[in-house]
């Protein structure tokens, strides 16, 4: 027997092996499951009955898996926090204070008011945006799951609103917002989080049919709704008492055309807002 050629024989079928699996797995992992035409249209007919419409550039497609996330908050060791923030402090009346601003933590959430010395050479919505982000950077706080979300201008200052992305999916009711004047940053508030672990529990998440279904029938008011978006992301209750380790749900945003937002619960279907 010719070994040599054998082990080439062996070594190519394990290749083309390997090959098919890591394409099963791609496939499996990314796998997008979107009800056919006739399920869209019934449901539709349900809903229109119960007062409750779709727009028609709606999407139904949904992700069956969706891991439950375990966030850790940057403010768990708030000394550490302050002194990025702040460099050297002295501590009064529960506040972290230096010559450059001062810090209040409360329930993971911060207040920091500082004395930024910055010069814009252009002062828009573009330029504030990613000065916040810089901002951030600069003292050491990750943002590589921040994503500006809204920019405004606040009589003749900008509000930067900063939301996580997780996988490329939004957790929903966490934001951060810098203040920015022509000088620089003068205040930010909010939470930050990073990701910790994903959860080991693995359960199917709802698909969006159920969850209208379920809400358009539970809902106390007949009164006509437009729906514009349905988007999938994550949602988490801050609880005082675990704010520097929490869970983040795989959860469904509802998003009205009067711009009002619903939220839900992908595994349960039930309203977490």
């Known amino acids: 027997m010719n070994f040599g050629r054998a082990k080439t024989i ?58 439950y996330l375990n966030l850790k908050g940057i403010t768990s060791d708030e000394k550490v926090i302050a002194s990025k923030l702040l460099g050297p402090f002295i501590i009064k009346n529960s506040k972290y204070i230096s010559d450059s601003g001062d810090l209040a933590i409360t329930n993971g959430e911060f207040v920091l008011n500082t004395k930024d010395n910055h010069t814009f050479k252009e002062f828009n919505e573009k330029t504030v945006a990613k000065y916040a982000v810089n901002f951030l950077k600069e003292h050491e706080i990750d943002v590589s799951d921040l994503k500006v979300f809204d920019v405004v201008n606040e009589n003749g200052n900008f509000k930067v609103t900063l939301r996580h992305s997780f996988f490329d999916k939004p957790l929903f009711n966490v934001k951060t917002y810098v203040y920015v004047s022509g000088g620089g940053v003068y205040r930010i508030e909010g939470s930050i989080f990073a990701l910790d672990s994903l959860s080991e529990s693995k359960k199917y998440t709802n698909n969006p049919i159920n969850v209208l279904l379920r809400y358009s029938a539970e809902r106390q008011s007949n009164e006509k709704i437009e729906i514009s978006q349905i988007n999938t992301g994550y949602y988490t209750e801050n609880n005082p008492n675990d704010y520097k380790s929490i869970s983040a749900l795989p959860c469904y945003e509802i998003v009205l055309t009067d711009g009002s937002r619903l939220y839900f619960d992908a595994i349960s279907a039930k309203m977490v807002k």
């Not at 797995?25 to 229109?48: A, G, R, W, Y």
């Open 10 to 67: 062996l070594i190519i079928l394990f290749a083309i092996v390997n090959i098919f699996l890591a394409g099963y797995i791609f496939v499996t992992s990314n796998d997008i499951l979107t009800p056919d035409s006739k399920t869209i249209s019934n449901t539709t007919t349900i809903l229109n009955k119960r007062n409750v419409f779709l727009k028609d550039n709606v999407k139904l497609s949904y992700s069956e898996n969706i891991s």
